[in-house]
T-cell receptor, first 111, second 116 residues
Framework: GDSVTQMEGPVTLSEEAFLTINCTYT??????LFWYVQYPGEGLQLLLK?????DKGSNKGFEATYRKETTSFHLEKGSVQVSDSAVYFC??????????FGQGTTLQVKP | DTGVSQNPRHKITKRGQNVTFRCDPI?????LYWYRQTLGQGPEFLTY????????KSRLLSDRFSAERPKGSFSTLEIQRTEQGDSAMYLC??????????????FGPGTRLTVL
């Protein structure tokens, strides 16, 4: 069945460091891909998405490119802030319309 | 637009008791989803409704779990004879089928269940 694999955390970075969180997927067909973020004590929020190969999703300085050839959707940010500390989830929607999530990666940014 | 709301936010119960959670989706959102998130894991799909019809149930949803959406608006998730393994965050999400980006699911804050 469809699945998503993320790099294990926690990821600890200093403020202004470069961030990469790896995400790969397995799916039949051509899923839409998402990154969700969960800040402490809050619900899941959509961070960005891409619906077809080579699409780049971007929001709040974060970017991810839908790479069909490597079945990847890695999340990147050039300069992280303390306020980016959160849990990040990679997810896909396949033909069934339900979200399938990775296990989440905790990001901690230190000042 | 007040977003997706869930009640209660926290529930502590003793093993063997029944619990019921409520989800109010964004107004006019046709689809409503339930997910379960255990500590250190991503959310896992439980079930979803299109209007009042329950269209799919995960194998995670044992016979002790039942969900309803009687008028195609709010939904309830009931767990009977709770077990300690039911302790988790229960998330509700909704989406519209009418407009683009139609795929986006909007999540509520969740109900955290602790079974003692």
């Amino acid at each position: 069945g469809d699945s998503v694999t993320q790099m294990e955390g926690p990821v600890t970075l200093s403020e202004e460091a470069f961030l990469t969180i790896n995400c790969t997927y397995t799916a039949t067909g051509y899923p839409s891909l998402f990154w969700y973020v969960q800040y402490p004590g809050e619900g899941l929020q959509l961070l960005l998405k891409a619906t077809k190969a080579d699409d780049k999703g971007s929001n709040k300085g974060f970017e991810a490119t839908y790479r069909k050839e490597t079945t990847s959707f890695h999340l990147e940010k050039g300069s992280v802030q303390v306020s980016d500390s959160a849990v990040y989830f990679c997810a896909l929607i396949g033909n069934t319309g339900k979200l399938i999530f990775g296990q989440g990666t905790t990001l901690q940014v230190k000042p | 637009d007040t977003g997706v709301s869930q009640n209660p936010r926290h529930k502590i119960t003793k093993r063997g008791q029944n619990v019921t959670f409520r989800c109010d989706p964004i107004s006019e959102h046709n689809r409503l989803y339930w997910y379960r998130q255990t500590l250190g894991q991503g959310p896992e799909f439980l079930t979803y409704f299109q209007n009042e019809a329950q269209l799919e149930k995960s194998r995670l949803l044992s016979d002790r779990f039942s969900a309803e959406r009687p008028k195609g608006s709010f939904s309830t998730l009931e767990i009977q004879r709770t077990e300690q393994g039911d302790s988790a965050m229960y998330l509700c999400a909704s989406r519209t089928l009418k407009t683009s980006p139609g795929w986006e699911q909007f999540f509520g804050p969740g109900t955290r269940l602790t079974v003692l």
